[in-house]
């Protein structure tokens, strides 16, 4: 029978000490008292429940933000012994599996929150309050009237959180108002628990933080907020293989819409990555590629699955077929390649992890699995 090689010429490497690191460095910033729980959603991010999850398992974190129940339970099959919790997932019909599975339900709307007070015996929940997202939560409205009809007494939540709308911004004021609106409700509920931030809030200081912090793209070495110097590693490499190399004369023009042409007789060299594997439409003619020393521009609009890059300027014996050049790693990253296609990070790393083959770094012991 013939069995054809798969091809992978777009590698998306993840560095799981970093995300180790960045989990430790996020640990430092808020201080010993605060809890930093993991937010894992869409597949951490695009780059792997299962393997994020187990390496800041091993780092140390006990609380993980699943974003669906699906996520939730291949945590639980994968044996780590943390508390998972999901974001948001149909808690209402699904309930039998949160039980089964112990998984912890985000209580969103009262339709949610009815079904938690009809219950015998209390259960554990977290409960999202709303303070200006204006996307899930109780209002301050449904709290209140929960409140009187005895609905907190009788099943208390175990976290209250919200989520902040402008944390990337340090001066917003809606930074100030949400936490007073979370203030006054906490207030009310007394909860075991609180927790407000997301990674960009981590740098809001200590009275953001209260009990728990709920990061994601930090872990994954996004830098959101732009701090600088930027305490976070950067976690992924972005690897694509050069497909083919070819001579191209001066006023000849590169790619779809023509919107290179070349100043000279050129040589191009085609990579086997395009936006199928994430890379940005909108990064054409804006960023470059590196390789041995050399940076190559990127040239040309992206195709699906291609891309060119100008190599006039380096040897040849450098760029040949099946050499692989660098696209994201320590001197370029995730955030810089966002900012040149004017998308958003978290967005732009969730699509070349999902589009891309994934390679693991440093994977904890614990974590090698022996294939039988
Ligand atoms: C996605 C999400 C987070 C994590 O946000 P980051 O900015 O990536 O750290 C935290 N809390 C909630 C409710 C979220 O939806």
Redesign the pocket.
Known sequence: MLSIPQRADAVLEVNLAAIQANFKTVSVMVGPHVRV?A?V?NDA?GLGIIEVTRALAAAGCDLF?A?DLHEAMAIRSSKIGATVAV??DQFTTLRKYYRSSRITP?VNNPSELDAISAAGEPETYFL?VETGFS??GLTSDDVRRHYLSGTFKRHPPSVV???LAC??RVADAMNVLQSNRFRAISNLLKPARC?L?????VWLGKNFHFDIV???????G?N?AGIQPNPLLPVVKLQANILDVRNVPKGEAVGYGATFRTVRDSRIAILGIGYKHGLPWACGNKISARFAGYSAPLVGRTSMDSTAIDITDIPEAVCLPTVSVELLGESFTVNDLAAAADAYA?EVLMRVAAGCARRYLNVPSALIVKSQ
Do not use: I
């Open positions: 729980a937010v959603k991010y933000f974003g974001l948001c985000v999202n996307r899930f959180l919200s989520h944390s990337n927790s931030a997301a990674s960009a809030g709920r990061v994601g793209s930090a872990l994954f996004l959101n978290p």
